[in-house]
């Protein structure tokens, strides 16, 4: 675990499901780890058994960009300039037609999933232009690559501009020495499973990605060494079809 220790990561989303495996798994892997979320209680809970001194439970809404410099400042106060960024904040309307997703459904979805991964990338970039290193993760979707009517427009309208804002800080911040990656998963299986329109059997959860994975292709790309970019990575479950 020596190549992440000290290393200060912050992982949005990190109550539940993919945010949680990965913010787990970087904390094992020796990291220092900012668990971020809207809910304290969920952070808790993903946390339980680490070692306390390696670890912050931050509640913060990504959307709120006030709030996201607020954590950007508690944790370079605490541990220094953060090294990973790693944006998995997410959520998803129903309905998810064009035609039949509420305004304000539409709103919020955008301002979490897009507009969420700009305010934290906003705020650790100074720090990481000034050690002249860092990455930043986004976990975008499939839905990220071409749109479907399981993610729903909002969603994957989102998830487009996640991968878009991703090449973006590959282009301007290459001179700093900072890398980004989307990571596009097919269907994990994670609480947000439950807003589907439609309910999602035990069977075809079992054969979806399971959060740990998640985190393992998290910590593959975060691995390799500062001259190689990964700007975008597809996993999916072997089931599932892609075309």
Request: overall charge negative; charged content about 20%; glycine content about 8%.
């Amino acid at each position: 675990m020596g190549q992440f220790v000290d290393k200060v990561v912050v992982v949005t989303g990190a109550g539940t499901g993919i945010g949680a495996g990965i913010a787990r798994g970087f904390a094992d892997a020796g990291a220092r780890v900012a668990f971020v979320g809207r809910r304290p209680e969920p952070l808790a809970a993903a946390a339980a058994g680490l070692d306390t001194d390696r670890i912050l439970l931050h509640s913060c809404d990504v959307s709120d960009h006030e709030a996201v410099e607020a954590l950007a400042s508690a944790v370079e106060a605490e541990w220094g300039a953060v090294d990973v960024l790693v944006n998995n904040a997410g959520i998803n309307t129903n309905p998810r037609a064009v035609g039949e997703v509420a305004p304000e459904d539409w709103d919020q979805t955008i301002a979490i999933n897009l507009t969420g991964v700009y305010n934290m990338a906003r705020a650790v970039l100074p720090g990481m232009r000034q050690q002249n290193d860092g990455l930043i993760i986004t976990i975008s979707s499939i839905a990220g690559l071409r749109a479907s009517k399981l993610a729903g427009a909002a969603y994957s309208a989102s998830k487009h501009g996640a991968v878009a804002l991703t090449n973006s800080i590959n282009e301007e911040e290459v001179e700093f020495g900072i890398r980004a990656c989307a990571i596009c998963p097919g269907e994990v299986e994670t609480p947000i499973l439950a807003q589907r329109p439609e309910p999602v059997s035990a069977e075809r959860r079992a054969a979806m990605l399971q959060p740990e994975e998640m985190a393992q292709a998290a910590l593959f790309v975060a691995a390799l060494p500062p001259r190689a970019c990964v700007p975008l990575l597809v996993i999916k479950p072997t089931v599932q079809l892609f075309q």
